[in-house]
């Protein structure tokens, strides 16, 4: 299976305008061979927290929500990510995978929310794994992959790809990224695809790389730090024996928490 991550500049709190350019770029990823596109943190408004505190009105109601239509409509199995109306007052920060047929798969919400998003959103509770083309998958977004225990825990479920959205700034973002995600993939022997915004996000400014690891930490593909774009690699859907975690591995995965918001 091939496997496309994008990365993009959102437009502030407009999902209307969001939702296209993430269409463009399912296109993109289904016209280089892909099957799956992987998008970033919160694509569908942009990184805009204090207006999804605001308005409601930019949460999705649900897996069916008919602003997602075009992009379940692209003829590419989807991994997006949104504020998603929850039960109770908070929403979640969510990722919803859609198949290639735009039906509903699963939807992961944010266990490790970072500081200034604990008063937005509502932590989630499940383990956000799925099955695609008879490949497993696990699910995280940006600083849950700081936590070891998560993604040691996907590989021990037997998941294959673990799928990262993400928010990397510029700064020690950039040093974050490039040292938790081939972590991931070296100490867990997982695939792992990150999805990252390039330029403004908010507060921050997307450094992009959007990229995919191979099991043992190779870099297979990797985005630029300045282009809206997907980048695209095979995965072999046939597992390979996980590496034993070792104690300097897990030590320097957990030291990678930021004590500054260079990440999300």
């Not at 770029?25 to 919160?42: C, H, M, T, W």
């Not at 929310?113 to 959103?121: D, I, N, R, S």
């Not at 977004?141 to 998941?159: E, S, W």
């Amino acid at each position: 299976m091939k496997i496309a991550a994008a990365q993009l500049t959102c437009v502030p709190a407009d999902p209307s305008a969001n939702t296209q350019r993430s269409v463009a770029l399912a296109a993109e990823a289904r016209a280089q061979g892909a099957e799956l596109v992987v998008f970033p943190e919160l694509t569908l408004t942009g990184y805009e927290l204090e207006a999804l505190a605001a308005d409601p009105g930019l949460w999705l109601a649900d897996a069916e929500d008919p602003r997602l239509d075009a992009l379940r409509s692209a003829g590419i199995a989807v991994a997006f990510n949104a504020a998603l109306r929850t039960e109770g007052p908070l929403p979640a920060l969510a990722t919803l995978v859609y198949a290639a047929d735009g039906s509903h798969v699963t939807t992961y919400a944010k266990q490790h929310l970072y500081g200034h998003e604990q008063g937005v959103f509502a932590a989630g509770q499940s383990q956000g794994r799925f099955t695609l083309g008879g490949i497993p998958f696990s699910l995280g977004v940006c600083y849950d992959n700081h936590f070891p225990r998560l993604t040691g825990r996907a590989a021990q479920d037997g998941c294959r790809v673990h799928l990262a959205s993400t928010l990397y700034g510029t700064g020690d973002g950039i040093r974050e990224r490039a040292t938790v995600y081939p972590g991931i993939a070296e100490e867990h022997g997982l695939y792992v695809v990150l999805a990252n915004h390039v330029g403004p996000a908010g507060a921050w400014t997307g450094c992009g790389r959007s990229a995919i690891w191979a099991p043992g930490g190779a870099l297979l593909a990797e985005a630029d730090d300045r282009t809206a774009s997907v980048v695209t690699a095979e995965v072999d859907p046939a597992p390979a024996p996980a590496p034993a975690p070792t104690a300097t591995a897990t030590a320097t995965a957990a030291a990678t928490a930021p004590a500054e918001p260079a990440v999300s």
